[in-house]
């Protein structure tokens, strides 16, 4: 993402710079569960591999992250489900599928991830990868799974 005034890659309405830019920053923390995953996302998008760290509970966070080396490309975000989660709130989980690209295979993480709030921040605690994510290949000529309106073949296979 190269314009803070693009659409934030969590799915949002708002730009990046009024989403999850402040909580990438360390402006403010997300104010619930929902907002801390959704923020997460945009991580993994823009490949900010300490701020995924730093939202990550103590007791499950790997000690590093090779995000520079990946290539998966995350083209979408829906939120199925929450529970609990609020301001509020001790725990609570997020339903969700993320949609990427990955080479010429687009793929679905469909994840059940559980938060809890730790001095009174949301962090990540783990998460139920459902058994229908997967990867399905792309044909040359169908429309990008990015949604641009474009062929795959001159869009993301390049």
């Known amino acids: 993402m190269n314009d803070a005034s693009s659409r934030c890659p969590c799915g949002g309405s708002s730009s990046y710079a009024d989403c999850c830019a402040a909580f990438h920053t360390g402006l403010r923390p997300a104010p619930t569960a929902e907002a801390l995953m959704r923020s997460r996302y ?55 599928q993320a949609h990427y690209l990955a080479g010429s295979r687009r793929g679905c993480l469909h994840e059940i991830s559980r938060f809890v709030r730790e001095r009174d921040a949301w962090v ?35």
Not at 45 to 57: D, G
Not at 127 to 150: A, F, H, L
């Open 124 to 158: 990540y605690l783990d998460g139920y990868i459902q058994p229908d994510s997967g990867e399905t290949p792309v044909g040359r000529n169908e429309p990008c799974p990015c949604g641009s309106g474009k062929k795959f073949k001159h869009c993301c296979s390049r």
């Open 42 to 96: 945009s991580a993994y998008v823009l490949k900010n591999a300490a701020y995924l760290i730093a939202t990550w509970h103590p007791d499950t966070r790997p000690a590093a992250m090779e995000l520079d080396t990946d290539t998966t490309r995350w083209i979408g975000l829906d939120v199925l489900h929450t529970a609990k989660g609020s301001p509020l709130d001790a725990d609570g989980e997020v339903e969700f």
